[in-house]
């Protein structure tokens, strides 16, 4: 039997305006920060525009060293993660994670608003996999993950912004 989705919702901050944190976030060099900060042995970073959307892909290899067995078992020593976001304006887009190859993924959105010069940034998705028996266990695994990178993210974002 496969579960509900988990519904994930985390908000980060920033210390810039919105215009600023959205070119952050924009940056190739930054996304590259990122993922070298969260761990990543390879990585493959590219933002575009797309039609007046910017997309900013996001495809990286991690060591699942320190994860519980059960996920150890379904995605191996070294998993893959895609991620794509499509900013469709300077203050909102959709969020898509896969694992390449694995039975499960991450949709939802992003936003970005702005109050006294602090930018938040809100996800809100559902993570799914489609597993019987673990299914749940990887999803609440899966939302930790997510969570922590996301920390991660403010935490670089801001060193960034403090230049």
Same mark, same amino acid.
């Given at each position: 039997?496969?579960? #509900?989705?988990?519904?994930?919702? &985390?908000? !980060? $901050?920033?210390?810039?305006?919105?215009?600023?944190?959205?070119?952050?976030?924009?940056?190739?060099?930054?996304?590259?920060?990122?993922?070298?900060?969260?761990?990543?042995?390879?990585?493959? !970073?590219?933002?575009?525009?797309?039609?007046?959307?910017?997309?900013?892909?996001?495809?990286? &290899?991690?060591?699942? #060293?320190?994860?519980?067995?059960?996920?150890? &078992?379904? !995605?191996?020593?070294?998993?893959? !993660?895609?991620?794509?976001?499509?900013?469709?304006?300077?203050?909102?887009? @959709?969020? $898509? *994670?896969?694992?390449?190859?694995?039975?499960?993924?991450?949709?939802?959105?992003?936003?970005?608003?702005?109050?006294?010069? *602090?930018? @938040?940034?809100?996800?809100?998705?559902?993570? @799914?996999? &489609?597993?019987?028996?673990?299914?749940?266990?990887? $999803?609440?695994?899966?939302?930790? *993950?997510?969570?922590?990178?996301?920390?991660?993210?403010?935490?670089?974002?801001?060193?960034?912004?403090?230049?």
């Amino acid at each position: 039997m496969v579960g #509900t989705p988990v519904k994930f919702h &985390k908000q !980060i $901050e920033f210390n810039g305006d919105l215009e600023t944190v959205a070119d952050m976030l924009a940056n190739r060099d930054f996304r590259e920060q990122v993922a070298q900060a969260a761990g990543a042995s390879t990585w493959e !970073i590219s933002v575009v525009d797309e039609g007046g959307q910017t997309v900013a892909t996001v495809d990286t &290899k991690q060591p699942s #060293t320190g994860m519980p067995a059960v996920v150890r &078992k379904v !995605i191996g020593d070294e998993f893959e !993660i895609s991620q794509v976001e499509r900013w469709t304006s300077r203050d909102s887009g @959709t969020l $898509e *994670v896969s694992i390449p190859g694995k039975p499960g993924s991450i949709t939802g959105t992003v936003r970005l608003t702005e109050a006294g010069g *602090v930018t @938040t940034q809100t996800v809100d998705a559902q993570i @799914t996999v &489609k597993m019987p028996l673990v299914g749940g266990k990887v $999803e609440q695994m899966i939302a930790r *993950v997510l969570g922590g990178i996301l920390k991660l993210q403010a935490r670089e974002g801001n060193q960034w912004l403090s230049r």
